[in-house]
T-cell receptor
């Protein structure tokens, strides 16, 4: 069965520093990959997605992610974070074998920005 | 505004009671998904509807039920409520079947006292 692992439950980082949030998945077939962000007291918002093509995907708010098929990873990066990036980030995956395109979710990573 | 509307935003009710949460999907979206988010369980998929039909079931308790109406809005019914049902309940919608991701509503915060 598919699974998604977000290795860090919390990532503290200083403002204006770079950050990487890690996501690994298990699947033997072609996958579609997503990152969502949840700001405090809000719903989840799509940051970016990989469906096919270029393995480097750019999203909103300066975030990008790179799909690495051999490592089965889809890590999220930002070169310089701001206080406003404080949120929980969720990685999700669906695969071509699921006709419902259900998303399988990671447990989330809380990004904590230190001033 | 994501285009997915959930009502009410907050709900406080007593144990043993029944509540109904409502979701209007984004215009044109046929699929509706319900999720429960709590501190100890994280984001849990409950159920999916596509154009009025149930398509997938997740960790939904027998005390919970849902339906999607002809106008595509959906309702999640929670009955015999327990303290542990206190959580954020999210609705999400997506367009035609495909790997397009979901659009989430802002959620209903349910507190059972």
């Amino acid at each position: 069965a598919q699974s998604v692992t977000q290795l860090d439950s919390q990532v503290p980082v200083f403002e204006e520093a770079p950050v990487e949030l890690r996501c690994n998945y298990s699947s033997s077939v072609s996958v579609y990959l997503f990152w969502y962000v949840q700001y405090p007291n809000q719903g989840l918002q799509l940051l970016l997605k990989y469906l096919s093509g270029s393995t480097l995907v750019k999203g909103i708010n300066g975030f990008e992610a790179e799909f690495n098929k051999s490592q089965t990873s889809f890590h999220l990066r930002k070169p310089s974070v701001h206080i406003s990036d404080t949120a929980e980030y969720f990685c999700a995956v669906s695969d071509e074998m699921d006709s419902n395109y259900q998303l399988i979710w990671g447990a989330g990573t809380k990004l904590i920005i230190k001033p | 505004d994501s285009g997915v509307t959930q009502t009410p935003k907050h709900l406080i009710t007593a144990t043993g009671q029944r509540v109904t949460l409502r979701c209007s999907p984004r215009s044109g979206d046929l699929s509706v998904y319900w999720y429960q988010q709590s501190l100890d369980q994280g984001l849990q998929f409950l159920i999916q509807y596509y154009n009025g039909e149930e398509r997938a079931k997740g960790n939904i308790l027998e005390r919970f039920s849902a339906q999607q109406f002809p106008d595509l809005h959906s309702e999640l019914n929670l009955s015999s409520l327990e303290l542990g049902d206190s959580a954020l309940y999210f609705c999400a919608s997506s367009a035609r079947q495909g790997p397009y991701g979901y659009t989430f509503g802002s959620g209903t915060r349910l507190t059972v006292v």
